[in-house]
């Protein structure tokens, strides 16, 4: 057996490992001075659990050890309500389904941490509780039908309650009413008077239709009968002023006969072609043409 009796002296021992403890405190020291805080959050430095500041986006220095930096986001977060129960002014039981989105203030965010930690608390404390009684509220002040009519009014009428019913460090952009989902029995209600008000339309349609075809028809009828008494004036019309013209050419040539005596013997003679006539009866008389005139 090999016996080894070599002891290393203990001043050897402490003497090295203090400066390999004191370059291990350094590196440790240098690296935990440093961090960063990305862009989109904010630092909430703190100094022995004591809020001292916040820190912006970028590289920050903090003395080690005693230092710490809690990193608050800035960004836009949506948070879903899928199962709010509520009942309209009509006593009409739906289920909704709604979206919330919202943002810390970058100047705020030693409050969140100051009174809830995280967002994830704030979001519990404030918006948890809020929302489904903002909602009920004011789907309260609609009926069935107008919530669904008036849906774009209603989402911002929740917003603005929500808006106003949330007190912290945070900012509320917009609400979205993602679903509304009535009982069967109601939608079935609706589908029926859907239906029925359907088949009014069309028989009011049909109704208008047959109306116009008649009027159409009465218009049609009109016309004709204004183009029969059209063409009835103008051929009396016609036929008085041809009556007119005759007599007024007969009325003319009397009054011409009468005014001349020999235009008579004058159409005698154009008339007469120069024979006598080959039989004569015993009691009458031979034509004859007063040549003197």
Known sequence: M??????????????????????????????????????????VVLRNGKIIGTAEPGLGFKIPFIDTVVKISTQTHTTSYSSLQAYSRDQQPATLRASVTYSVPADRVDEVYANFKSIDAMVARLLDRQVPTQVENIFGKYTAI?????????????????IQSVKGPIEVSSVQIENIDFSNAYEKSVEDRMRAEVEVQTQLQNLEKERVSAQIAVTQAQAAADSQLARAKAEAESIRIKGDAEASAIKSRAEALAQNQNLVELTKAEKWDGK????????GTLPFIDAKK
């Open 146 to 162: 107008s919530v669904v009519q008036e849906r774009i009014k209603f989402g911002l009428d929740v917003t603005n309650a929500i």
């Open 2 to 43: 090999i016996r080894n009796d070599f002891k290393v002296p203990s001043s050897f021992s402490l003497m090295t490992l203090i400066p390999v403890g004191l370059v291990i405190i350094l590196i440790i020291s240098l690296f935990s001075s440093w961090y960063t805080v990305d862009q989109g959050e904010r630092g």
């Open 276 to 283: 006598l006539p080959t039989t004569v009866l015993p009691s």
